[in-house]
């Protein structure tokens, strides 16, 4: 089994392409090793001393780190994708709850339900393949008076240029094609 790798734009972060599809529907981020229950792969990951986050993708698994140099910690995650992909262990757990891709509690008023449909498109058609290429997700999570407010995940999360991708890029395209939004804004 051959396990490519890729840079992200985070330097804690590396994306990891097993060639065997990661998740069939949805995505799953782990931020802490307690969240892991429902997946052997990212419990293998966890065990990894320095792993502090874990995001599975459609073809991906993105994993964090510590200020472990990648040198030291990247034969280590090879090792425990390829065992887990050796053992034949699921991904996940039957019965485990995969989050869609729009999971989560979203705020906007009803007359504003048309442009918040626009800018999800916008962002499932336009910006999420990007994010995900860079090892990432991006979330709606509200839109009020102009302002968006959208989550980002995985190698994205606490990336040193999420908020130049988000107000410099995201916003931009947003503002040419809805003149409505202002300003986009992180949130966790």
């Keep these: 089994m051959f396990i490519q790798t890729e840079a992200t734009p985070n330097p804690e972060t590396l994306k990891f392409l097993p060639g065997k599809p990661v998740m069939d529907a949805g995505v799953l981020d782990y931020t802490a ?6 997946s052997p792969l990212a419990r293998r990951l966890f065990a990894v001393e320095g792993v502090t986050g874990v995001f599975l993708g459609s073809d991906f698994i993105s994993v964090s780190k510590d200020a472990t140099p990648w040198p030291h910690l990247k034969p280590a995650v090879l090792g425990a994708i390829m065992e887990h992909y050796l053992s034949g262990d699921p991904v996940i757990e039957d019965g485990a709850v995969v989050e869609a891709t729009a999971d989560g509690e979203e705020d906007f008023l009803e007359e504003d339900a048309s442009t918040v449909a626009m800018i999800k498109e916008i962002l ?5 393949p990007a994010v995900a290429g860079d090892g990432g997700d991006i979330i709606f999570r509200a839109y009020r008076d102009g302002v968006v407010s959208l989550a980002m995940r995985g190698a994205c999360a606490g990336c040193p240029s999420s908020t130049m991708t988000l107000q410099m890029g995201i916003q931009n395209l ?3 094609f809805i003149p409505e939004v202002r300003e986009v804004r992180p949130v966790a």
């Design 174 to 176: 947003l503002k040419h």
């Design 124 to 128: 499932d058609e336009r910006v999420r």
């Design 33 to 38: 090793p307690e969240d892991a229950a429902s």
